[in-house]
């Protein structure tokens, strides 16, 4: 077949025959063949061959080949791999010639389709990129040797480096060359060694006058291919910096926002009992979601601290022990392991220039922000110098006192008889609340619990040790929620009754199945209270045998009095013996009366009430019984006098619209959006915080508005994503008139996305509050719904409607590499929930942009996914956005693909999305990559 182009070649140019009759001959040849492609390449080969065969180009031949790359005859991957076949390196004008005619047949494939078969373009590119590698080697090399020949070589020197630039620059070629680097190894191996050549040979160059602009450019060049092309770092790294690219980063003063909501946040990294570095983990995690620098982050956690003390001081034990313990810690450990420098002085002297009003007013202000600075002195974070400049002048009172009381909690933390533990605790020094924040501040409060649970669970019998026990887990229930007890294994009385009563820091409104009662045990509990001997202890019986049957004894007494059958003096008898003979039965009895009072206006809640001032006179057993009392009392009695109106999605709005002008959210405002999602419900919550967005009309309030939502949603980690998939998305993809808001809700709903993905990872190291109940209900059902309302057409309904074989249609109609890897929607990691939410989120996106208008569906996906990739530029670690990636379904990122344009972000995102080890995937997936074609910016 060459032979025969050969002759009809030789025979145009001997005849001078017109490029157009010369293209239809090679036309009749390529057609009357079966193997056209092959012949495709052999003709594209020889015409090169035959034009650039001389010193000088043929111009005979030159004009066929031209002619034929504009009929389309031959396409720019067959001069792509018939390049070796050219060896005139060495003839300036010649090389300028086929440089010009690959300049145009380069941007030709970088913007247009390309139909050529996958192999084919795999080894076009490769081609490509050795060839121009070899070209500037040799050019290099013969300029060492002639320094002279740069007047006459320049330009071209010039312009391969211009080529090898746009190809590096290229989201075509760049795409094509990372699935050819695993589809052709041999040939890229190769390429590999051609660029690791030209490095090496680059470094041993001697650079003379003329070649100084040369090298330098080159240098620059080389840096650009090592950091583009696959081989030279891992595919991993490769994909992330490919998903990164062209995304804006904007830095806006709101970004602080979220950051600052989720640490002031009652139960936040810097509040609860999580180890030290778990707790710097999730904070990195999210430090890289939200773009914020680490001189912010420092700021901010700071800022938080020093601003959580109340004017009255009410809460500075735990403030104090934050301030002192924690955030030095996190600091020391934050700058340890990123490896920064950061001049952390300026960050003090910038907040005590703006609260020190404050600071003056109040003495233990300034005690604690003297104290501060000692121990930011003791860890080297500033110097001693420095800390004059703000007053410092020595230890503070405060400093030794956590000192000491930090080693007061490893001397009982590390003590085995529970007798010895019990005396401790009674003889200790300090307030026991005190001795709390600072074990919860430096992340082994936990190792307390423990060790009370398993004291407990030895001694069940004997109130001083089991009652002690209680009284001390139930103040830690009050003040940390469910954190401390998650390391809990077993299950004793005191855990159970605590799961019963409490969903983290708040009570639960419960009532006891009749089924379940223990008669006997009620029965015997109440004959010892009715009849206590003068002396001994104990008398109500086992302390755990009290606290297990304590709602149910005292539901007995007061529905048994409300109804005439036990006079009230009888009552009022048994609850004083109740709280004067069992530390058990004083907390519990109390905690029940309380709910049964708050339930309305019933006998029995008007007759607990009259019960409750019982407890204001109790018999006090000793010095540690009676602060516990008082404390855990007034937390119970503080509780159920909070007003738990209907007014909480106006309260959520006020307090929303506050933020949204202040950008300075406080702990009060924090817990108050936390009852609002209690009181509202996860999907009505979730629409206050889009519809805050939504209402918007300028830019920078929907900005302030979405930075709002971001910090509001750290009250529900779950159920907030999951929402906006099942309920926001569709409605707001089927709403031409939301168009506006779009940049701003894909940031909420990427942002949720990734806080879901950490959640899921960390969820086991007591950083992230676990669901309530109330919680955990809405993401079961929503979870396992198929008959959502996902848009207004019916197309969407139909979609997510049970059918007999739905796993096979997902797989077919919306293909994902999530469907493919786990066709059931489980995999061993996350449960069936995220994965079916997941995979709802990439068919709603898809079935919108078949089914919508263009303009919507488009910017939302578009800004979507720049979202989910932004963070990859800041280190962010990739298989979190790998793991939402992977759902989208192939079809709809194919449809964006040919929509959007080759230029776009969706090149990187179908790589990332597929297995390239499949054959048939990389074949499939170049394909679409080489079709794309570039669309003109708006």
Known sequence: MATEVMNLIYDATSKRQPDFLVATHLKNIINNNRDKENVILEVASVLLEQAFQGTIANSYVLSYLKYCLRAQLITPCSVFGSLPSFKAFDAPETLNVLLTLLGGQITEFSQSRADDPVPRLFQSVITLVTWLVNAVR???????????????QGDNYSTVISYLHEICESKKFCSLIYIASIDEPEMWKGAAQSIEKLKAELSCVAEPMQLQQFVYELQSILKLMLSKFPFFEEHVKNLSRMLSENIKHESSVSALLPLEMILSAPNSVLYNSSNIENSFSFLREIQNILNVSSPDVLKTIFTVCMTSVPI???????????????????????????????????????????????????????????????????????????????????????????SVVHALFDKITNETRPLKVIDHLEKLTVDLD?????????????????????????????????????????????????????????????????QTFF???????????????????????????????????????PASSVLDVSYS?????????????????????????????????????????AQIASEGNSQNSILASKMLPLYKSAKLRSKLSTSLYHKNCLWIKEYFQVNLGDDSKEKLQEIIKKLSVSLRPSQEQMSEIRRCASELGTEMFTRVLTGSIMKQSRKDLSERACAVAIGASCVDWVGVPLSLIWYQVPEVMCAVEHASIADPFALF???????????????????????????KMFIEVAG???????????????????????????????????????????TSNDPLFINNAFHSLGRTLHLSLTNSGPHLPID?????????????????????????????????????????????????????????????????VAKLIALGEARPLP
Request: hydrophobic share 40%; with cysteine.
């Open 749 to 775: 709903l990427a942002t949720s996305l990734h806080f879901l993905s950490i959640y899921q990872r960390n969820k086991g190291f007591n950083v992230i509050h676990a669901p309530s109940e109330h919680q």
């Open 434 to 498: 005190t001795l709390l924040y600072v074990g919860a501040a430096g992340g082994y409060l936990a190792k307390l619990v423990s060790m009370l649970v398993s004291i407990s669970q030895q001694e069940t019998s004997k109130d001083a040790i089991f009652g002690t026990c209680f009284l001390i887990l139930f103040r830690i229930q009050c003040l940390f929620g469910n954190e401390p007890f998650r390391i809990i294994s077993k299950q004793n009385p005191i855990t159970i009754w605590l």
């Open 784 to 826: 396992k719904e198929r008959s959502h309302f996902h848009g207004r057409s019916s197309d969407q309904r139909m979609l997510y409607t049970d059918i007999k074989d739905g796993n096979r249609a997902i797989i077919e109609r919306l293909e994902s590499l999530a469907s493919i890897k786990s066709p059931t929607g489980a």
């Open 503 to 541: 969903l983290d820091t708040k009570v639960k409104i419960y009532h006891e199945d009749p089924s379940t009662q223990k008669l006997e045990f009620i029965e015997q509990a109440l004959t010892k209270l009715n009849d206590l001997p003068s002396r001994g202890n104990d008398h109500a019986g």
């Open 138 to 152: 040799h050019l290099l090399q013969r300029l060492q040797e002639q320094p002279e020949l740069w007047d006459r």
């Open 312 to 402: 009255d001081n009410s809460n500075l034990l735990r403030c104090s022990a934050v301030m002192l313990i924690r955030v030095p810690q996190l600091v020391s450990l934050y700058l340890a392991q990123t490896g920064e420098t950061i001049n952390f002085f300026p960050l003090i002297v910038l907040f005590y220039k703006k609260h020190c009003n404050q600071i003056k007013r109040s003495q233990e202000m300034q005690i604690l922000f003297i104290s501060f600075l000692h121990v930011l002195v003791n860890q080297n974070l500033i110097s001693n110098q420095d800390a004059a400049k703000l007053g410092y002048q020595g230890q503070t009172d405060m400093s030794k006192s956590l």
């Open 553 to 593: 004894l005292i539901f007995t007494i007061i529905t048994a009095t409300s109804q005439g059958l036990c006079p009230e003096e009888k009552a009022h008898q048994l609850f004083c013996n109740l709280r004067d003979h069992s530390r058990t039965g004083f907390m519990a009895c109390y905690l029940v009366l």
């Open 860 to 924: 939302f996906c578009m800004t979507l996914l720049d979202k989910i990739c932004r963070s990859l530029s800041t280190n962010f670690n990739i298989e979190n956005v790998l793991n939402i990636l992977q759902y989208l379904p192939f079809s709809f990122l194919n449809v964006l693909l040919q929509i959007s344009g080759i230029n776009s972000n969706i090149p990187a995102v179908l790589l990332s999305v597929v297995d390239l080890q499949l054959p048939n995937v990389r074949t499939k």
